[in-house]
Each structure stands twice: as C-alpha cells, then as structure tokens.
C-alpha cells in the first residue's frame, strides 16, 4: 500500500444504521456474491490497513451470523440511532493506540474501491488533519482524518457533524483526485437498485 507516511493506518467501516429508510437491513442485502456490508468489508480487507475496525448497531445480531466479519474488531453501537458520530466514537474506543490516521468508510457503500482507498492514504500528506476524495461531481467518502482529530471526533454528535468538523477546518482539508461520480450509499430501494445498475455497468 503507497502511502505519505510509516504510520499506523485503521480502517473503520460504519455499518451500525437501523435502514429506517429501506424497511431491511441493508447490511445483508445481496451484492455480488454475497451481502453489501460484506463486500465493503472485503474492499477494506484489500486496503492494507494495519487494523480494521467495524461498527454494527441495528440487526447486528443477523449480521454476525450472515457477514464474514474476520480480521476485524467488531465493536458495538447501542446508540446508533444517534447518527453516524455516534458510531465513530464507538469505533474509536476499539482503535488500536499505535494509530495515526483514521479511514472512514460507510458500509453502504459498495463503489468505493481498494484502489481508491490506497490513493486517499497515499495523498493526504503527513501533517495534513483531514483528507477527503475528490470525486468529479464533489467530496464524498472515504475520508482519511488523523490522530489530531481524534478528540475533535469523539465529540461530535449528529449524522453530518464529520463535514461540519470539516468545514471548520477549511484550507487544511486535503482533497485527494479520484475520477468518476461519488459511489452512492443505500439508504432507499430505490438507491440499491442503482448500485446494483451500477455495479453490473453499462447494458
């Protein structure tokens, strides 16, 4: 994995939501050859990071039964229904302390790629306190913070506090070029049947 630092690199993949929206659990719907939590999961498992942390909330239960969860710390969030801040912080209790950047990325989202993952890493510069993708149609996740921002992080509350954290930052956001639109996230029926679309590619 190219990276602009030596240091200690941890995925955590966000996957504790109730899928209010969806009426199911989104984590186990089908994708690929197995569940969408699971191919995200395998994508962070080809990103060569040094630990991989996965927070679970709603149905988590069905998804220790039904998602391949190894080489992973698997840390509960009872609070999920708080926001996506909620489980970061989950998260960070599980970080290893040799941690020096912390990749976000939401277990819905099965367009990110390894490769995409690896450019973050590599692009964010040493000092930098956050980076985050340039995709061509505007910033989406992953995003790369680091260990300067772990206190900021545990703090936040909310659903979108990590992009108000970003704004508060503003020049000292690193945006790192990745070509093609923002991989969409599944919150509704309707956004699974195009993440499916798009995963099968043009007809």
Do not use: C, N, W
């Given at each position: 994995m190219p990276r602009s630092t030596d240091g200690?690199?941890?995925?955590?993949?966000?996957?504790?939501?109730g899928s209010s929206r969806?009426?199911?659990?989104?984590?186990?719907?089908?994708?690929g050859d197995?569940?969408?939590?699971?191919?995200?999961?395998?994508?962070?498992?080809?990103?060569g990071f040094d630990q991989l942390v996965v927070a679970l909330g709603g149905s988590s239960e069905e998804v220790r039964d039904r998602v391949d969860l190894s080489g992973a710390d698997v840390v509960e969030n009872p609070g999920y229904g708080e926001g996506c801040s909620s489980s970061i912080a989950a998260g960070l209790a599980a970080v290893d302390p040799r941690c020096d950047v912390l990749v976000?990325?939401?277990?819905?989202?099965?367009?990110?790629?390894?490769?995409?993952?690896?450019?973050?890493v590599a692009g964010?510069?040493?000092?930098?306190p956050m980076a985050i993708c340039r995709?061509?149609?505007?910033?989406?996740?992953?995003?790369?913070?680091?260990?300067?921002?772990?206190g900021d992080l545990r703090d936040l509350h909310g659903d979108k506090a990590v992009w108000k954290l970003m704004?508060?930052?503003?020049?000292?956001?690193?945006?790192?070029?990745?070509?093609?639109?923002?991989?969409?996230?599944v919150d509704?029926?309707?956004?699974?049947?195009?993440?499916?679309?798009a995963a099968q590619g043009p007809p």
């Open positions: 200690f690199v941890t995925g955590l993949v966000l996957a504790a939501g969806l009426g199911a659990p989104k984590q186990l719907l089908a994708y197995g569940t969408l939590l699971g191919h995200v999961l395998d994508t962070a498992r080809s990103s976000l990325m939401l277990g819905d989202q099965p367009g990110v790629t390894a490769a995409t993952v690896r450019a973050l964010r510069g040493e000092a930098t995709y061509d149609d505007g910033r989406g996740h992953p995003l790369a913070l680091g260990r300067a921002l772990f704004d508060r930052l503003g020049a000292e956001v690193v945006e790192v070029r990745v070509s093609g639109p923002i991989p969409r996230d509704t029926r309707e956004d699974y049947e195009a993440v499916l679309a």
